[in-house]
Structure formats: structure tokens, C-alpha cells
């Protein structure tokens, strides 16, 4: 029976994923994993397509392979996944590796034997920084939830004069404001908005 690499499932729920970044820099007991239930038809079978070919199983990390191939509509799949919500930020204890049916390993169990195999921390197996551009972005990038609850406890904070309260509010508006330009572009760069004729 063949071996899977990057094949899980949620512990709690039994929902597949498939496991993108096994580990993340500045947290390796968290991983990003793709939810393949509700992706639409041609994409789950593109990617499960992509999971089971020798590219994908010769890959240190999934995403890796993800960021060298394209949908059939020819958008590259990591920077599609990303920007449409599908890339999953989850605890390693939280998955499940199923590499051959009626077999499963913890991925934080995984990532701990992996380090000691290669003999390093769990911390030091995330994909270096000279790694591609995409990839290390999309393994890096904050969660939005993460932002707007960052900036909502910040705003909770006393001031001393109703200016200075006025200036931080400012501040946290136009970082948001970035980012969302930031966000914004990057859609565009993916898919174009279509313009009315």
C-alpha cells in the first residue's frame, strides 16, 4: 500500500486536510492546512491530483509544491489558496497525519521526530527565509481575525488627553487601511475585477 506524505485529518472533526506548512516561523506548533471538502470539484481534484504525484511526495512541504502549480484555470495554487481563504491555521496537536489508511500520528508527534532525526528543535523546521518569495509570505502572514483583535484590545487602553487617544485611533486606522490596500492588491495581481461595460 502506498505512502502518503502531507495527508491528515482534523483530530476532533475526522475532516480531511492536506497539510501545506507542517510547521511556522515563530511557531512550530502551529501548522497551515488546506480543508479539501468544500473546494470546488476541479480544484479538490487538482490538488488531490498534485498530493499523490511524485512532485508532492518528493516535497519537504507541501506548499512548496503547491507554489509550482497551477489550477485549470491557471492560477497558481498557493497564492489562490491564500487569497481565498483556504489556507487553515491550525495546532499541530490538532492533526492527524493519515499517510496509509488505518494509520495516524499526531502531526506534533511527526514534527518532534523529524527534528531529532535531522537534529534540530521543532522551531527550526519551518522553510528557511531563502526559500521562494510565495511561500515564505504565505507562511508568515497574520491571520486578519489576529489583526482586528490585536487593534481592538490595543484600543482598550487610557489616555492621558483625548489627543493622544485621537492620534492612536489615527494610527491604528491608516495600518488597517495599509493593509487593506495591501490585501486589496494582491486579489488584483491573483484575478482582475472584471469591469462594467
Known sequence: MQSLKHVGRIKDTGKKVLVAFRTLPGDAYSALVVPTENLPDEYHNAIINL?????????????????????????????????????????????????????????????????????VAVDDLHIKPDSQDVVQEVATAKDISET?????????????????????HRSQADKLAKQAAEFRRKAEELVPTKKAK
Do not use: W
Open 51 to 119: 498530493v499523490e504525484s511524485p512532485a508532492a511526495q518528493q516535497s519537504y512541504e507541501f506548499a512548496e509544491a503547491l507554489d509550482r502549480t497551477q489550477f485549470p484555470d491557471g492560477s497558481r495554487m498557493l497564492p489562490f489558496l491564500h487569497a481565498n481563504g483556504r489556507l487553515v491555521k491550525v495546532s499541530t496537536a490538532q492533526v492527524e497525519m493519515t499517510p496509509v489508511i488505518g494509520t495516524s500520528v499526531l502531526l506534533s508527534e511527526l514534527n518532534q521526530l523529524i527534528a531529532e532525526q535531522r537534529g
Open 148 to 168: 482586528t483583535t490585536s487593534v481592538a484590545s490595543e484600543s482598550d487602553q487610557t489616555f492621558a488627553t483625548p489627543e493622544s487617544e485621537a492620534k492612536f
